[in-house]
Every structure is written in C-alpha cells, then in structure tokens.
Nanobody, 118 residues
Framework: QVQLVESGGGLVQAGGSLRLSCAASGSIFSITSMGWYRQAPGKQRELVASIISGGSTNYADSVKGRFTISRDNAKNTVTVYLQMNSLKPEDTAVYYC??????????WGQGTQVTVSS
C-alpha cells in the first residue's frame, strides 16, 4: 500500500507560479513511476507530467517549457514535485498525483485545486 498526501494548490494570477507536492509513504520501494494529472470542469482527466524510477520525464505538449516535474527520495518517503511557471487560465483544474507500483497498482492523491485568474 502507498499513501499519498498532496499540497500546494491555490489561486494565482496568469503568469505566476505554483509548486505542487505529493508525499508518498508506505511501500515506496515498489514505486515505478510518479506523475501529475489534471481535470478541468467538464473535461477528462489528462496527464500533465510523469517521472519514472530512472529519472526520465514526460510532459504534455501544453506544459512543456513551463512545468517541471522532479522527485526527492528520503528514507521513508518519496516526494514528487510539480513546479508550474508562466501559468495560464487554461491550467485551471484539480491536479492529482498518481503513483504506479511494480505490480501495476495505481494510487491517486486526493487532488488539489489550482486556479489561474486572467
């Protein structure tokens, strides 16, 4: 089992920055990938960025050059960050952390609201 706790959402003006955090605990040794998804009202949940155990990253085209995903390994927790710069109103959504383990179990965070005002 993996437990996830997200933080860092909020309200920001267009052009501003936010950093999201997702702390994973429990069976962190089994994590193979971590990522961030988002879901805007009336839209499907979509991948924003992901990072695998080897460090390779993947980004949605809409956030390339503006968002950066990173990961920090500690003794009992693994934290994945999403640094979001040059935010746009279309980035407004609920952002979810997602973790996949080596047995392909998927865990989701509780979600954090990001609102970008124009």
């Amino acid at each position: 089992q993996v437990q996830l706790v997200e933080s860092g959402g909020g309200l920001v003006q267009a052009g501003g920055s936010l950093r999201l955090s997702c702390a994973a605990s429990g069976s962190i040794f089994s994590i193979t990938s971590m990522g961030w998804y988002r879901q805007a009202p009336g839209k499907q949940r979509e991948l924003v960025a992901s990072i695998i155990s080897g460090g390779s990253t993947n980004y949605a085209d809409s956030v390339k050059g503006r968002f950066t995903i990173s990961r920090d390994n500690a003794k009992n927790t693994v934290t994945v960050y999403l640094q979001m710069n040059s935010l746009k109103p279309e980035d407004t959504a609920v952002y979810y952390c997602r973790v996949v383990t080596d047995y392909r179990n998927v865990y989701w965070g509780q979600g954090t609201q990001v609102t970008v005002s124009s």
